[in-house]
């Protein structure tokens, strides 16, 4: 046993909800009583990219963060999320 790391039981907010034993993720792109169901996952109709790197920039350079020793830190980075095929998505309304 690792005695830098001890825990039991479940990390987190609790379970994750699921539907038909499919997990669930809520959005706040679909509008209410919408939900969008597809096949997200196995990259075969849809994958998410990394088109860029990670770029990570640090500055104490803004009004008085100099002077008051705050350092502002700002990550970014670009993602693409091709759809190959379209038809395996659809969405449902009105539940």
């Known amino acids: 046993m690792n005695p830098l790391f001890v825990g039991s039981g479940n990390f987190g907010n609790g379970v994750a909800p ?3 034993g499919l997990p669930v993720v809520l959005s706040t792109e679909a509008g209410a009583g919408t939900a969008i169901v597809g096949v997200f996952g196995g990259g075969q109709a849809i994958h998410i990219v990394a088109r ?3 770029e990570v920039a640090m500055s104490d350079s803004h009004d008085d963060n100099f002077t008051k020793d705050v ?3 700002k990550a ?20």
């Open 18 to 20: 699921t539907l038909w």
């Open 71 to 73: 350092i502002v830190m």
């Open 76 to 95: 970014t980075v670009r993602m693409g999320m091709p759809i190959y095929r379209a038809t395996a998505f659809c969405s449902i309304t009105n539940i």
């Open 52 to 54: 860029q790197g990670m």
